[in-house]
Nanobody, 120 residues
């Protein structure tokens, strides 16, 4: 599985960006997918996640501003980010979780990361 993220950039406070992630390889519609971010000096954190059944989960800090979606036919994941704040500045990573039956746990695949910078 390979994940290729795109769409990051520099935006002013209150602006919008849309991140996209293309997934290649052996992918099932049931794989949970999500976006994580990592700011300088901080740990990587979950931003939003979406299951194969399109159930979503958001970090409290982005609720009401960010929307995650997926297109299973095209194996793509998107994150619409509105009302951006300086604290949203980070490298954003696309994630896909694959359940490994033999070990009974998930394996995480990661994209290369895309920089989002929100300037004030």
């Amino acid at each position: 599985v390979q994940l290729q993220a795109s769409g990051g950039g520099l935006v002013q406070v209150g602006g919008s960006l849309r991140l996209s992630c293309a997934a290649y390889g052996s992918i099932s519609n049931v794989n949970p997918m999500g976006w994580y971010r990592q700011a300088p000096g901080k740990q990587r954190e979950l931003v939003a996640q979406i299951t194969g059944g399109n159930s979503t989960n958001y970090a409290e800090s982005v609720k009401g501003r960010f929307t995650i979606s997926r297109d299973n036919a095209r194996n793509t994941l998107s994150l619409q980010m509105n009302s951006l704040k300086p604290e949203d500045t980070a490298v954003y990573y696309c994630n896909l979780r694959s359940f490994q039956v033999l070990v009974g746990s998930y394996y995480d695949y990661w994209g290369q990361g895309t920089q989002v910078t929100v300037s004030s």
